[in-house]
């Protein structure tokens, strides 16, 4: 059996009841935070936690040579981690079709993601969010501006009155993907809110975003402002994203005002 579980968002204890049993039950465990993290833990206070040992795979050990982990399902009950919900990246996916592909039964316990949790954070009905979109550093895209990834998907959806999530870039090289949840800051780089809202105001100036902060911690932070705005405040500890609101109901701008400090006159209200 390859049971896919979800950690949630936060720390140790963020992860389901049920995610937790399965967990301590396996005979092995395996964990990627390479697609996101746990910022409020470690791999010790996992492994302490859930009383397992995890060993923590970079990028290659999962999409290209996952054979080990495969081999193990074959004969025990393997549990595969990631922070948020495991099926958000196709990555997993991929892992769970060649289980199959080889006669092994696959599981998946869910974890709380982002999207859910920015949804239920900022008031925004989750039933009007359209494509998200992954803002990129710099030097990443090679490009001059906006990506157009991010441009056209932000467009798209204002078009037709829909939110859009932007998630914010994470970098870790393939060296340190297995130290993910360590205290070396020198291993990865987290792009703040402030930065994505620098570069989106170079588009959209006055357009409002909402940060997301921390979301899953005991301290989140929501704050909406034009993207020009918020490019000149800080947000504390990652990680962050943003969110472009489309068009939106009364109650929603109602939250927004209440729960993240928007002004009412900014928003496009239906």
Same mark, same amino acid.
Do not use: W
């Given at each position: 059996?390859?049971?896919?579980?979800?950690?949630?968002?936060?720390?140790?204890?963020?992860?389901?009841?049920?995610?937790?049993?399965?967990?301590?039950?396996?005979?092995?465990?395996?964990?990627?935070?390479?697609?996101?993290?746990?910022?409020?833990?470690?791999?010790?206070?996992?492994?302490?936690?859930?009383?397992?040992?995890?060993?923590?795979?970079?990028?290659?050990?999962?999409?290209?040579?996952?054979?080990?982990?495969?081999?193990?399902?074959?004969?025990?009950?393997?549990?595969?981690?990631?922070?948020?919900?495991?099926?958000?990246?196709?990555?997993?996916?991929?892992?769970?079709?060649?289980?199959?592909?080889?006669?092994? =039964?696959?599981?998946?316990?869910?974890?709380?993601?982002?999207?859910?949790?920015?949804?239920?954070?900022?008031?925004?009905?989750?039933?009007?969010?359209?494509?998200?979109?992954?803002?990129?550093?710099?030097?990443?895209?090679?490009?001059?501006?906006?990506?157009?990834?991010?441009?056209?998907?932000?467009?798209?959806?204002?078009?037709?009155? @829909?939110?859009?999530?932007?998630?914010?870039?994470?970098?870790?090289?393939?060296?340190?993907?297995?130290?993910?949840?360590?205290?070396?800051?020198?291993?990865?780089?987290?792009?703040?809110?402030?930065?994505?809202?620098?570069?989106?105001? =170079?588009?959209?100036?006055?357009?409002?975003?909402?940060?997301?902060?921390?979301?899953?911690?005991?301290?989140?932070?929501?704050?909406?402002?034009?993207?020009?705005?918020?490019?000149?405040?800080?947000?504390?500890?990652? @990680?962050?994203?943003?969110?472009?609101?489309?068009?939106?109901?009364?109650?929603?701008?109602?939250?927004?005002? =209440? @729960?993240?400090?928007?002004?009412?006159?900014?928003?496009?209200?239906?």
């Amino acid at each position: 059996m390859l049971t896919f579980i979800g950690l949630g968002l936060y720390d140790e204890r963020s992860i389901t009841v049920e995610g937790r049993e399965t967990l301590r039950n396996a005979d092995r465990a395996y964990a990627e935070f390479y697609t996101s993290t746990l910022i409020g833990t470690t791999v010790d206070d996992l492994e302490d936690t859930h009383d397992i040992d995890i060993e923590v795979r970079d990028r290659a050990g999962v999409e290209q040579h996952p054979e080990d982990i495969l081999t193990a399902a074959e004969s025990e009950d393997v549990a595969f981690l990631t922070a948020g919900d495991t099926m958000i990246s196709t990555t997993h996916v991929d892992l769970r079709l060649r289980a199959h592909e080889r006669g092994i =039964e696959t599981r998946v316990i869910h974890g709380v993601t982002a999207q859910t949790a920015t949804s239920a954070l900022t008031g925004l009905q989750n039933y009007r969010f359209g494509k998200a979109t992954t803002l990129p550093f710099p030097y990443a895209h090679g490009a001059d501006g906006l990506p157009a990834s991010v441009t056209e998907t932000i467009d798209a959806n204002r078009e037709d009155g @829909l939110h859009t999530v932007v998630y914010l870039d994470i970098k870790v090289d393939n060296e340190a993907a297995t130290n993910r949840l360590e205290t070396d800051e020198t291993l990865e780089e987290y792009m703040t809110a402030d930065t994505g809202a620098e570069l989106l105001a =170079e588009e959209y100036p006055d357009l409002v975003g909402v940060v997301v902060a921390r979301a899953g911690s005991p301290d989140p932070l929501v704050e909406a402002a034009p993207m020009g705005d918020l490019a000149e405040r800080k947000f504390g500890d990652p @990680l962050h994203l943003l969110v472009v609101p489309g068009d939106c109901h009364l109650l929603e701008a109602d939250a927004l005002v =209440e @729960l993240a400090g928007a002004d009412r006159a900014d928003l496009d209200v239906v």
